[in-house]
Each structure stands twice: as structure tokens, then as C-alpha cells.
């Protein structure tokens, strides 16, 4: 009896039970562009972030280039299905805080939240670009790199380049070297044109792109990089351009390729395009500071960050910005940094995650990954290199490689397309100004 009034009273509790609502997951929807070996730590993070806890789950999904990624994002926000969390590359911070109400900033989502969040914990080179005047993170730093110059050891040994260019006309000579041992198509490429070429050339060599501290003191500011200097070097360009010592690389990333082939043994981009790199070079590489003009004084000076970061979306109920504050508090882990730091490239986001890969001797193993963190330190930053931040910068980015392409195939002088540039960047930036205000 008692057997048969037990075995009935768990079929009733199973019942129940199965009737009960299961326990409810609230969905995190996270845009992002990374590919290739990224596109993996992305997925990855996910799903160590999800194994963790069981009230939320992280979704990743790709929207292609950092452009596009940024446009979707804008786009769905206007037709009210924009993610809770956007990926958006380092230039389109403007943009993103002139957007009033569309984001959420990050101080106060961890703030609503109750997630222990202490902004000097991260590596202020790189939250100073994300942050207010007054030291508040609007975003939260992820992917963040710098250009660095990838070098195929095996093609400059072959080539009889002994050492390493550090000069631009070093590297100008060990491209015609590498030509004549056979590289026809290369001897030296980048990816991101005007980040290669205006943005970064300028804060290595500690002239201004702008005026206002290149943007990060207002958006009143005026481009000015159609200095002689900068007209010099895109003249150099067009000149080696004629015979394929050098060969443009596009605007975007989707010529890294060239290098991880063998066809470009010397190419600039990120550094993190290390995990790609890694994934596919069949050869022996490394990174090595980028290139300088030795009759500029003072250079080389300091680079400046790329990468991206984390925007959050505006709109959301709180129980999804509670899960989205768990989210980067998952991501500071020390350890997740310093590991996320040592697979992919990019560099660690805080200053223990740096502490416990130099106190492990990582760099001694791994001197590639230390080299651009070597580059953002070279020296305190000027109000030429503590950054950029100007409005309407994606568009403005495609009109600033479209006129180094009319220099490049000889439609127009190299000191005309860059004032043809500044020319209409500026207008684009009064433009953004009125928007802004």
C-alpha cells in the first residue's frame, strides 16, 4: 500500500513538474565582425560565458566588415530590433556618442547593474579613447590593436635583406629586393589605406591630422594632413606604385590574405591579425614596429589604438542590461583577458591582464604580441597621437581612400588628392557638427 501510494504521488510530482514553465533565458544579442581565427575566440567567449551561469545566454552573430556592422546596428536600432550588444570600430566612436538615446553607457550600465566595475583597472591608453573628459567609459574596450608591419622572415632571407627595415626607405629598398627575387604582384602592401597612411602615419610622426587635439577636445576641428610631409610620402607611394613595389591594399582588411599566401612579404594592418596570421602563414613571421621617415624629428613618436569596442544598445529591459553587465565582468577576468590577449593579438584591456603575461614571460616567447603594445608606450602621447575623434568617420574614412586612389592611379597629383580630402572632410565635419549640437 504504502509503495503504491508513493509510486502515485511521484507520478503526480512529475507531472507537475512538466507542466511547470521551464526557467526562462534571457537572450544577449551580440553583432560583432570579427572572422577568420577571431570569429572563433568570439564564439568561444560565448560559449564559456554561457557554461558559466544559467540566466542568460550570449548570441554572437556576424554582420560582416566594421562598416557594415555599424550601419546594421544603426539601422535596426531605427526599426526598433537593434542588438543589446554592437561591435563598432574605434573611429566610429563619435558617432556612436552623438547617438542620444541609441546607447547605453557602459559606467552606468554597471553601475544600475551592481557589477563591481573600476575604470582605472583598465589600460588607460585605451579607455581614454572610449571615455568622457571627465574619465566615464562610454563603451566597453574589447578587440582593441594597433598597426603593426608583418614580416615574412623566410622571403627577406631569400631576398638578402638582413635585417628588419625600421625606415621607410629601408622599407622602400627591401620592397625593390624583394621584387627582383621574384615577388612581381608585391613588394609591400597594408590593409585600412587611410589608417595606414593618414591616421597612424601622422601620430608616429607627431603631426596633427587635425586641429582640437585631432577631434577629442570638440568636434570644431579642421583636417590638416596635407602637410608636406604627408604629401611626400603618398608621392613616394604613387612613384613605387607604377612598377608594383608597391601595390595598394584596398581600404578595408580584405587583402590580409596577400600576406598569409606569401604574395606581400612585407604588409601593414592590425596586430590583430595575428590569430589569422598564425592559422594560415606556412612561413616564419613576425611583427615589427611601423616604418618612419629618420629626417622627421622626433620620430618615431607613439601609435594609437585600433580595434573596436562594445557598444550597448539603447531600449532594453533591465533583466537583459543585468546580463549584459555580467557579460563584461565575465570578459575582465584576468585570466580570460590575459588568455584572450595571448590567442588572438589584441591587446589585454587591463593592466593585470598585461602584469601576468609580462610576469609569466609570455613576451620573452612571444615578442610579436608585445610589439604593439611597445608602439602605444614609445612615448607619453602629444595632442598629435592620443588619438582621433571625428565625426561621420566611416564615411569620411572611404572619401579620404578615395582620393589617395586618384593619387595612386595618377588621375591627380599627390598634394591635389590630399587637399581635395581635407576639402571635403572638412565639410563633411561641419555637417556633423550641426547634427551633433
Known sequence: MALRQFGAAATVTVALALATPAHAVTEIQWWHAMTGGNNDIVNKLAEEFNASQSDYKVVPSYKGSYPDTMNAGIAAFRAGNAPHIMQVFEVGTATMMSATGAIKPVYQLMKDAGEPFDPKAYLPTITGYYSTSKGDMLSFPFNSSSMVMWINKDELKKAGVAEIPKTWPEVFDAAKKLKAAGHATCGFSNAWASWAHIEQFSAWHNVPIGTKANG???????????????????????????????????????????????????????????????????????????????????????????????????????????????????????????????????????????????????????????????????????????????????????????????????????????????????????TFEKTAK
Open 216 to 430: 577629442l577636445d570638440g568636434f570644431d576641428t579642421e583636417l590638416k594632413f596635407n602637410s608636406p610631409l604627408h604629401v611626400k610620402h603618398l608621392q613616394n607611394l604613387v612613384d613605387l606604385q607604377k612598377d608594383k613595389t608597391y601595390d595598394y591594399g584596398g581600404r578595408t582588411s580584405t587583402n590580409e590574405a596577400r600576406f598569409g599566401s606569401g604574395e606581400c612579404a612585407i604588409f601593414l594592418t592590425s596586430s590583430g591579425y595575428y590569430a589569422t596570421a598564425k592559422g594560415t602563414a606556412k612561413f616564419d613571421f613576425t611583427s615589427a614596429p611601423m616604418p618612419y621617415y629618420p629626417d622627421v624629428a622626433g620620430a618615431p613618436q607613439n601609435s594609437i589604438i585600433g580595434g573596436a569596442s562594445l557598444w550597448v544598445m539603447g531600449g532594453k529591459k533591465p533583466e537583459e542590461y543585468k546580463g549584459v553587465a555580467k557579460f563584461f565582468t565575465f570578459l575582465s577576468d584576468t585570466n580570460r583577458q590575459a588568455k584572450l590577449h595571448q590567442e588572438s593579438g589584441y591587446l589585454p584591456i587591463t593592466k593585470a591582464a598585461y602584469e601576468k603575461s609580462i610576469k609569466d614571460g609570455f613576451y620573452e616567447k612571444n615578442p610579436t604580441l608585445q610589439t604593439p603594445l611597445k608602439e602605444l608606450t614609445n612615448k607619453e602621447p602629444t595632442e598629435n597621437s592620443r588619438g582621433l575623434r571625428f565625426g561621420n568617420m566611416v564615411q569620411m574614412r572611404d572619401l579620404w581612400s578615395e582620393e589617395i586612389e586618384a593619387a595612386l592611379a595618377g588621375k591627380k597629383t599627390a598634394k591635389e588628392a590630399l587637399d581635395a580630402a581635407v576639402a571635403r572632410g572638412n565639410a563633411m565635419l561641419r
